[in-house]
């Protein structure tokens, strides 16, 4: 079994087990801003599956994004039976919401690829995969400056979480 298997075998365990451990971290990861920078990858087996490397102007950011549906504020005026529903299921999935976070907290980052690392009762937190537009390593380099050039991936549904809501 190669070495990258063997790490997302016992990551998925630990999560499946839901450890102390990894209920400490969930906790910490709650008390930390909604978008955070972090060094290195929780899981860096899949990090790498989505085209992370230990790169000069790649770096990692943890999203924290409310999970459920989204509730709209009570119909004032009247009863009005039709809109009288307050709670209504997102166009967009909650991955693609926190990639958008992430690229308006990181302006000069694009968006490469993102991935769940776990969840409370309340939240889902993502890790999302960022690069460097002025990195010059990241320029000549093939494999990410098709990437660089496109502007606000995110925003634009060009992720392969935002072609999913998209349709493509």
Same mark, same amino acid.
């Given at each position: 079994?190669? *070495?990258?298997?063997?790490?997302?075998?016992?990551?998925?365990?630990? +999560? !499946? $087990?839901?450890?102390?451990?990894?209920?400490?971290?969930?906790?910490?990861?709650?008390?930390?801003?909604?978008?955070?920078?972090?060094?290195? &990858?929780?899981?860096?087996?899949?990090?790498?599956?989505?085209? +992370? !490397?230990?790169?000069?102007?790649?770096?990692?950011?943890?999203?924290? %994004?409310?999970?459920?549906?989204?509730?709209? =504020?009570? %119909?004032?005026?009247?009863?009005? &039976?039709?809109?009288?529903?307050?709670?209504?299921?997102? =166009?967009?999935? *909650?991955?693609?919401?926190?990639?958008?976070?992430? $690229?308006? !907290?990181? %302006?000069?980052?694009?968006?490469?690829?993102?991935? +769940? %690392?776990? =969840?409370?009762?309340?939240?889902?937190?993502?890790?999302?995969? *960022? *690069?460097? $537009?002025?990195?010059?390593?990241?320029?000549?380099?093939?494999?990410?400056?098709?990437?660089?050039?496109?502007?606000?991936?995110?925003?634009?549904?060009?992720?392969?979480?935002?072609?999913?809501?998209?349709?493509?």
């Amino acid at each position: 079994m190669s *070495l990258y298997r063997q790490v997302k075998k016992t990551f998925i365990e630990g +999560y !499946k $087990s839901n450890s102390d451990k990894v209920k400490e971290n969930r906790i910490n990861w709650s008390s930390e801003p909604s978008v955070a920078k972090i060094e290195r &990858p929780t899981n860096i087996a899949r990090a790498r599956e989505l085209g +992370y !490397k230990a790169k000069e102007g790649i770096i990692v950011a943890r999203v924290r %994004v409310k999970s459920g549906k989204r509730k709209r =504020q009570t %119909v004032d005026g009247g009863r009005k &039976p039709s809109k009288s529903g307050r709670f209504f299921s997102r =166009q967009k999935s *909650l991955q693609a919401i926190a990639e958008e976070r992430a $690229s308006k !907290k990181f %302006v000069n980052h694009e968006v490469l690829n993102s991935y +769940y %690392v776990g =969840q409370t009762g309340q939240e889902k937190f993502y890790e999302i995969i *960022l *690069l460097d $537009s002025t990195s010059p390593a990241l320029k000549n380099s093939k494999a990410y400056s098709n990437v660089i050039a496109q502007k606000q991936r995110a925003v634009r549904g060009l992720t392969s979480s935002g072609k999913k809501y998209r349709g493509i």
